[in-house]
Structures are given as C-alpha cells and as structure tokens.
C-alpha cells in the first residue's frame, strides 16, 4: 500500500462545491491523509516540521488546488518556498523526497478546449504547471500529469459525479500500486489515462 | 503567656479554616462563615472564647485600620476628587438623614434628646468591613451599586472624626474625667487648640507621607530584603494608627489618610500586596470577634426588644439608604443591592458606643443591648444580601422582563459569554459581526439593561449559580466563553462547567500565567491570556518603527506567540516541582525569570531562515569548488 497525502490548498473551500465533492469522506479511506493548509494555517504561518513529517510519512503527494491565475492559490506558493528548504529537499543533502511520486490536482473553471495555442488562454495546463513539475524535478521526485476537473461552472452534478468516482478510483489505484508511470507519461492527464486504462465513459 | 497566645490563635485559625470554606461551598461568603465560627466558639454555644472576646476584638480592629489603609492605597487623589461629589451628596443625605430619623424614633421611645441624638449618629454607620468584603467576593465592586456603597462608606469613615469631637459636647455632666485610657492630649485642651491640632495632625501626615515616607521606602526597597518592606509597610500603618491614637483621633482615618498619601508613590502594589494579608487575617479575626460578642443571653431575656430594635433600626437604614439610592438615579436592582448592602451597623458603632458610654450619655445596660444589636444586624447582612439575590431580584429585577420574554420553547444560542466588559464585549461584537448571536451572563444590572436595549439576549446573575446557568441555556448550548474580569470567579466558573455541563467546550480568558496553570490543571486545553496579543503585536510594531520590515516583525511576532505557547505548557510541567509555598507575587516574578531565561536558551526567531538566501551563499560557494 502506498499512503498519499493530499496538499489541499484552497481559500474558499466553502464556496467551492466541485472540491467539496472531490473530497467528500476522502478522509475516511485508508492511507489517505488530508492536509487542508488554509485551515491548518490561516495566518500563512507554515509549521515546517510538521509538513516535513507528513511528507516523509508518505509515498504520494497531491497538490490539489483551484487554478488561480493560471498557478495555485497564495499558500502552496508559501508552502512550497518553506517547506522544500535547500539542503532538505534540493541541493546538497537535499534527498528527503527522492523518488516520490507527486502531480496536481487541479479545478478550472475555463474548459480544457481554452487552454491551448489557439484557445482564450493560449497555453496548455502542463505549460502553465512548469514551475511545479520543475520544482518536483529539481527535489528529485516523480512527476505526473495533472488530474483535472475543468469548465467546472458549466458541469451538470451527473458530471462532476463522474469526476468524483475517477478521482476516487485514481486514488486507489494509486495506493495500491496498479500503475505504470511509462505508460501515465504518454497521457497529457490522468483523467485520459484512466479513461482508457479503466474503460470508463468520459464524464 | 505564650502558651495562652498559642492556643487563643490555634482555636481562631481552626475555627476559621473550618467554617469558611463550609460557608464558601454553599455559596454564603466568607463574612457570614466568620460570623458562624465565631458564634459557635463563643461563650453561649462551645466556649472556647470567653470574656477575652472583647481584647479579641480590640486587637482586630486593627484589621478595620488595614483595610482603610489599603481603600487609601486604592484611590488616588485625582480619583478621590473626582468622586468628591458622590461621596459628599450620598454620604451626608445617608448619615443626616439615618442619624435625624433615628434620633426621633428614640425620642419617641424616651430617650434623652442626649442619649437619642448619640444612638442616632451612631447607628447611622455602616460596616465598611462587611459591605466592600461581600461586594469584593461578588464581583460587584465596579458597578454603580459598589460605587455609591465606596461614597457612603467613605463619608462615613471620615465623619467619624468629627462626632468624635460633637459626642463630649453631648455628656450630661460637665466633662467627667473619661476613663484613663481616653486622658490623651487632646481631650484636655480647648476647643480651638483641638482644631488646630486635628489639622495640624491631619496635615502632618500628609508631609511625612509626601516627603519622608517616600524616600524612606526607596531605601528599604533598594535593600531588596522583602521582609523589611512588609516590616516598614507595617511600621507606617502601626504609626500611622499610633499618632492619630495620640492625639485622640480614629486611626483608622488616619491610616486612611496616609494609603492616600502613598497612593500616588511607585509602591502602591507592592505596599498593597505586603498588607493584604494581614489585613485579611485580622479582618477575618474581626469578624470573628464579632459573632463571638452576640450576647445570645441577652436576647433571649429580651428577645422582643431586640428583635424589634434591629428590625426597626436596619428598616430605617434601608429606607433612607433606598431614597438616597433613588436620588442619584440607582436602578431599582443597583440600589436594592446598596440598600441591604449597607443596611447594617458598622464596626465603628462600637468604639463611637464604648465612648459614649464612658462619656455617661448612656447607661451600661443600653449600651450592651446596642452592641449586641450592632453585632447581629452585621451578621444579617450577608444572609439579607443572599436573601435578595436568589429570592428578590429573580422575581422583582432585571431578571424578570426575561423571564417573561423567554418563551418555553426558546431557541437556544450555540455560545454562552459569561462576563461582558471590555474582554467580553469585544468577543460578543465579533461574533455579531459574523451572524453569531451568544446568550450573555452579566452580574452589572445596568449593563444588562443597556444591552437588552441594543438586541443581546443577556441573563442576569452570578454566572456561577446553577440555575442562572441553566436557564441560559448551558445545556443545549456548544460553547462557553468564560470571560469574567476576576480570575478567581472565572476559575470557579469553569470548575463548574467541568462537573455539571460537561459537553461544554469552555474557552477561558485568564488574566496572568499563573492563572492559565490553574486552568490547565483543571483540564483545560483553550486559555487564552488576554494581554499576550496585544503586547506581542505592540512589540511587532515597535520593530516596524525601529526599521524592520514588517512582514519579518510579523513572522517574529508570530512565532513568537507559538513559541510562548509551548514555553508555558512545559513551564506548566513541572510547576509542581516548585516549593509549594510561594508568595502570589513572588511566584509570578519566579516564573517571569524562568521564561526569560527560557527565551535566552533558545531564541525563538534564531532559527527563522525562511528565504534567506544568505544563508546558503557560502553552502553554493561550497558547491562550486566541490563539483558532485
């Protein structure tokens, strides 16, 4: 079993009805550890000790967050600036998170057709995830593609059900160790790869 | 003799230390469990305590003078001046108009216009001991109520001078030599020798105090002997007393005088702190005394006269004592409590009887029958006071309209705020603010009314009375907020809660560390000390002002408050291994010390190198000549 920890980060998480059915009873499972930042420290006051523990305590890493501007909402970017010190992350000395797997999770509200060269926002989601998937290679971690739940104004609730169920089962499939990260690597998302993999209907 | 000593003070103190804290536990007050212990060691129920009672009492008065003393300590003169007006308008209509009212009922009886003008002003005194002890314990000293009872009982103290100097007048016979003890100065000399030296005492102490006792205390303080400061703190009280004795005025106005004096000076708390004690025991001592003098034999040879002399006497009080709270506009619960609250004789009856006894205005028999009348009128207060609290004003005051207004099926709020002052009703705004409303405990009758005004739901009451408890909803509520000012009533509160709500989640406001380690022994996870906020952010800003940039003076602040969490729980640790007996303020200063040096050890914000790059300039430089 791999244990996955899930970086919640999100500022509004009562107004957001899409994350609150991601999450729903994820808490629950075993293995899974729900880190929710913006309630642990409102005051952006980040207990590094404590987030260190946490993510040596597991092999999977969620960065799951709302897409703001194009990145991730204030605090992951605080986060990220202490937590993933040199000499503890990166650098020399820097070997604590080597080798585990990390991606986001993330919700937009533009659709997935938007984000590319010729849509409204001009470039892809991975394009616009470079800073993170750099920062996991530069600590020496696996990175995938991005889990993503977007057009999330437009999603009827039959949908975002369905979005709901491939997080849930990506998650267990994630614990369980039934996936190939070759073979993720050809998906631009994991939804993609599960779709196909799963043989599930695209939501 | 020492033996005698020790066993006189071995039957006080066990007396004490077993009636008190029986009277505390069923909610009577500590007054009224002196009163009982010293009713039952007197002479008509065990006996321990004969005849020497009246030493006793002498010695114990000296607990009255302290406690002057300390109410000097407490107002400085630019308050004392401010409440110049309450205390002369309240204070004169009370005594002249108690001491006029009385004075006629004696006439009517047959008194001597002599006789029944001395009994009138006698009478008309209440007891300062009493009344400020209960309205302390209660919580009640800053509310209107405890207000005009301070004016009151001021005036009365500084009257007692004067009618001192009226009562000779008064004697029958022209001047008989009074008993050898009372030859002093002043009663030989004439009458405008004995102005002039009143205010030549009068004023003496207000230089020494001014210019010699200051500096002298500097001295001692500099010595850094503690027991020399409690030693000279005494010394100027004793003196004080000694002085003012010698020239045949009230001590206790005298030391009254000096607390004044010293008020001002940088040693008042410490002063404060060094006679409380003393005070307290010599208090208790004193009330002792009191129940212990009860002639029970008289009252049950006359009990008629009795009964009805301290029923008409304590009637008459209250009923000037209750126009006089309708004259400065009392609310109708503040002035009941400052009616009853000073409806009784005071301790100063006593010496102002004994004079006027050896001055031969009235006869040895009366004079008993009137101390004995003194004492059992002190001795009704704090049950009349108990009486108003759990049986009048739940049904005539503030409390009533609620009553009334709350339905049987009353929504019940999910937040209780026990104690809405300052700390309270910043809490109380705040969760308005944010759509949540809190059911409010409040024992300041006028606040109450002020805020039923603005919308609040607030019960009135002892926030620790079960009753009051329940019917504010603790038991369907979530939350308690327990944000009293006085730390030990708030200690008492949670204790509460503890045993008897205990599905209340309890947030408690505490004053110093010392009361968070009380709390935290009592299991309590959420202390919040109120000054700790407020001092760290006053310290971010003055680093802000000294140029630091002020998300760095933010993040030390921050750390800061974690870091002095965590200090006060280990400190709170090993509390225990202290010697369990340490002076209130020496173990705070102990503590201050220890946090101190805690913070030397390890500096809390040493460790902040959140986006220092500096930090690892040199670990790079390292890099480069050692290529991986």
């Not at chain 1, 999450?23 to 260190?52: A, M, S, W």
């Not at chain 1, 998906?187 to 779709?195: A, E, G, I, M, R």
């Not at chain 2, 609040?456 to 308690?480: M, N, P, Q």
Request: glycine residues 8%.
């Amino acid at each position: 079993m791999n244990k996955i920890l899930i970086l919640f980060v999100h500022p509004r998480f009562e107004k957001s009805k899409t994350n609150r059915t991601l999450l729903k009873n994820i808490e629950q499972r075993e293995g899974i550890t729900l880190n929710d930042l913006y309630e642990h420290y409102p005051d952006f006051n980040i207990d590094v000790n404590r987030e260190r523990e946490l993510l040596l305590a597991n092999q999977i890493i969620i960065w799951q967050h709302p897409f703001y501007m194009y990145s991730a909402p204030a605090l992951l970017k605080q986060w990220i600036d202490l937590v993933l010190e040199y000499g503890w992350a990166h650098g020399r000395g820097g070997d604590f998170l080597k080798n585990k797997i990390i991606f986001n999770a993330l919700t937009s509200g533009g659709t997935r057709e938007s984000y590319c060269a010729d849509g409204y926002n001009r470039f892809t989601i991975p394009e616009f995830l470079l800073p993170f998937r750099q920062t996991a290679c530069l600590c020496k971690m696996i990175y995938l593609p991005p889990f993503a739940v977007q057009g999330t104004h437009l999603l009827t609730d039959d949908a975002l059900h369905g979005h709901a169920a491939i997080y849930r089962l990506l998650l267990e499939r994630l614990a369980k160790g039934e996936f190939d990260i070759e073979a993720i690597n050809n998906y631009v998302y994991l939804n993609d790869w599960l779709v196909q993999d799963a043989g599930l209907v695209k939501p | 003799m020492i033996s005698a000593f020790l066993h006189d003070a071995l039957i006080y103190l066990a007396a004490a230390v077993f009636f008190v804290p029986i009277a505390k536990k069923l909610g009577m007050g500590s007054v009224l469990g002196y009163l009982f212990a010293g009713m039952i060691i007197g002479p008509f129920f065990l006996g321990f305590i004969g005849e020497e009672g009246k030493d006793i009492m002498h010695f114990a008065e000296f607990g009255v003078v302290l406690m002057l003393f300390l109410i000097g300590l407490e107002l400085e003169p630019a308050n004392f001046w401010r409440m110049r007006n309450l205390i002369i308008g309240t204070g004169s209509i009370q005594l002249c108009g108690t001491a006029l009212l009385l004075f006629a009922v004696f006439l009517a009886v047959g008194f001597g216009w002599r006789a029944a003008l001395a009994c009138g002003l006698a009478l008309a005194m209440s007891s300062t001991a009493i009344a400020l002890q209960t309205l302390r314990e209660k919580g009640l000293t800053g509310t209107e109520a405890g207000r005009s009872s301070f004016a009151v009982l001021l005036f009365q103290d500084i009257s007692v001078i004067p009618i001192l100097a009226i009562l000779p007048l008064l004697a029958v016979a022209a001047i008989q030599a009074p008993a050898s003890e009372h030859n002093t100065l002043f009663a030989e000399m004439p009458g405008w020798a004995q102005t002039i030296t009143l205010i030549a005492a009068v004023g003496l102490v207000i230089v020494i105090g001014r210019f010699v006792l200051v500096p002298f205390l500097r001295f001692i303080a500099r010595l850094h002997l503690r027991e020399l400061f409690t030693a000279a703190a005494l010394l100027i009280v004793i003196g004080t007393a000694d002085l003012m004795m010698l020239v045949g005025l009230s001590p206790a106005l005298g030391t009254f005088l000096a607390g004044v004096v010293l008020a001002n000076s940088e040693f008042r708390h410490e002063l404060e702190s060094d006679i409380e004690p003393f005070k307290g025991i010599l208090l208790g001592l004193f009330f002792i005394a009191v129940g212990a003098s009860i002639n029970f034999n008289l009252i049950i040879s006359k009990p008629l006269t009795v009964i009805a002399l301290v029923f008409c006497i304590i009637c008459i009080k209250a009923l000037v004592l209750g126009l006089t709270g309708r004259l400065v506009r009392l609310s109708f619960d503040q002035n009941l409590l400052f009616t009853l609250g000073l409806a009784q004789v005071g301790e100063f009856a006593f010496v102002l009887f004994s004079f006027i006894h050896q001055l031969n205005i009235l006869s040895a028999e009366w004079t008993d029958m009137m101390m004995g009348v003194t004492a059992i009128s002190m001795t009704i207060t704090p049950p009349l006071l108990l009486i108003n609290e759990k049986f009048i004003l739940p049904h005539f005051g503030v409390k009533e309209k609620e009553v009334k207004e709350a339905d049987q099926i009353d929504t019940h709020h999910p937040v209780i705020i026990a104690g809405f002052g300052y700390f309270g009703s910043t809490i109380g705004r705040f969760l308005r603010a944010n759509g949540i409303q809190a059911t409010i405990l409040d024992n300041d009758s006028d606040r109450v009314d002020l805020l039923r005004k603005m919308g609040f739901k607030v019960f009135y009451g002892d926030a620790t009375r079960v009753d009051i408890l329940k019917s504010a909803g603790a038991e369907e509520a979530k939350i308690l907020i327990a944000a009293i000012g006085s730390p030990d009533i708030n200690y008492d509160l949670v204790k509460k809660i503890k045993n008897l709500f205990p599905h209340l989640d309890v947030i408690v406001r505490a004053k110093s560390p010392l009361d968070a380690y009380e709390l935290m022994d009592i299991g309590v996870q959420d202390i919040y000390r109120e000054y700790i906020d407020a001092s760290v952010r006053l310290g971010v800003a003055v680093l802000t002002k000294l140029g630091f940039r002020k998300y760095s003076a933010l993040r030390a602040g921050q750390k800061f408050i974690k870091y002095d969490q965590v200090a006060l729980q280990q400190l709170a640790r090993h509390r225990h291994d202290l010697s369990t007996y340490i002076f209130n303020t020496r173990e705070q200063i102990q503590l201050q010390e220890k946090l101190l040096t805690k913070d030397l050890e390890s500096s809390p914000n040493v460790h902040d190198h959140a986006w220092d790059s500096d930090l690892f300039v040199d670990k790079f430089a390292d890099d480069k000549r050692n290529p991986q």
